[in-house]
């Protein structure tokens, strides 16, 4: 299967749910209804469309949300979609809140990769940019993920500026030094209600890169699996 470039499709991404257990004030508001499950894909009908696209030369599957780790059920979707013939790759976006408890039985159902979401090493400004998360909680999730073989470790990071766009960029780089981890920083994408506040708080790539080799010198290009 390939796409109207001709670039050749092997993966999908599949939003398991847009529900969130955290409410991060650049993605929505702190008051937010989510769809009802009915609305949402059956475990039926992405184990179908998985099949399909195997079919077609998809191998990799990135599962994410809202935050799919939320979804009931999700160890045996993973493993039911572990189950489909040529899918080699099964990977997910999470915010590693749960990962404590569901890291290994993930592991165990076929899971073999996690991105998680991480955007500050500060536990006062992880509290704020969530609205009431942990930052401990999300470190007992990484430990469990590579407690459970769920490696690389990848963690994404989106930058707002005049929040985390100094010294925080610069100590989750550090992190790529210290640890054998993958770091992406990421643009904020303007959409839906919270729109006016990205449009005003967007970093751009270059002044990232520019934080980055400020502190660490010139960075050099390498090859990136971005599934």
């Not at 650049?26 to 769809?35: A, G, I, L, T, V």
């Not at 536990?123 to 073989?149: L, N, P, Y």
């Not at 209600?193 to 520019?210: L, M, P």
């Amino acid at each position: 299967m390939h796409d109207s470039y001709g670039r050749r499709i092997h993966y999908l991404r599949i939003s398991l749910t847009d529900a969130c257990n955290l409410r991060c004030v650049y993605c929505m508001p702190e008051q937010m209804s989510f769809r009802p499950r009915h609305e949402l894909m059956s475990d039926e009908e992405i184990l179908y469309l998985v099949t399909a696209g195997a079919s077609l030369g998809v191998e990799k599957i990135r599962l994410t949300g809202g935050e799919p780790s939320i979804r009931p059920g999700v160890v045996e979707l993973v493993r039911g979609i572990a189950a489909i013939p040529s899918i080699r790759d099964i990977a997910m976006t999470t915010n590693a809140l749960l990962l404590h408890e569901l890291a290994q039985p993930l592991a165990d159902a076929g899971l073999r990769r996690v991105n998680i979401s991480i955007d500050t090493l500060d536990a006062d400004k992880f509290h704020r940019i969530t609205r009431w998360g942990h930052i401990d909680d999300v470190w007992r999730g990484i430990a469990a993920a590579e407690v459970a073989g769920l490696r690389p470790v990848k963690l994404n990071a989106v930058v707002v500026r005049g929040f985390n766009d100094g010294q925080d960029v610069v100590d989750l780089a550090r992190l790529t030094l210290e640890r054998d981890w993958e770091v992406r920083f990421i643009e904020m994408m303007p959409f839906g209600e919270v729109s006016d506040f990205q449009q005003t708080n967007v970093v751009s790539y270059r002044e990232i890169r520019q934080t980055v080799e400020a502190e660490f010198g010139p960075l050099q290009e390498a090859g990136y699996d971005f599934v």
